[in-house]
């Protein structure tokens, strides 16, 4: 059975568009995530966290060594902005 060797080189193009274009999303994730892989199946808690975290460091995925936390850190809570039902 021939090889048709007119198809290699289509099937060569594609192959490379799909692993530049995989590659790229991959670098511009990893970007936004200051170089941190990709979260997934967030929970409750994790949201806390990186809300947390958001805080404290002005990123999501940004951490702090500092045993005490910044000046704004205690007044910056959602809970201020809760309208109350009472």
Excluded: C
């Excluded at 060569?12 to 997934?40: C, D, E, H, I, W």
């Amino acid at each position: 059975m021939p090889v048709p060797w007119e198809a290699l080189i289509p099937f060569g193009l594609l192959t490379t568009m799909f692993a530049a274009a995989g590659t790229l999303v991959n670098v511009s994730k990893r970007a936004q995530n200051q170089g941190k892989p990709v979260r997934y199946g967030i929970d409750p808690w994790d949201e806390m966290m990186m809300e947390r975290d958001r805080r404290l460091t002005g990123h999501v995925r940004g951490q702090s060594t500092e045993p005490i936390a910044p000046e704004g850190f205690a007044t910056s809570s959602a809970w201020y902005t809760e309208k109350t039902s009472i």
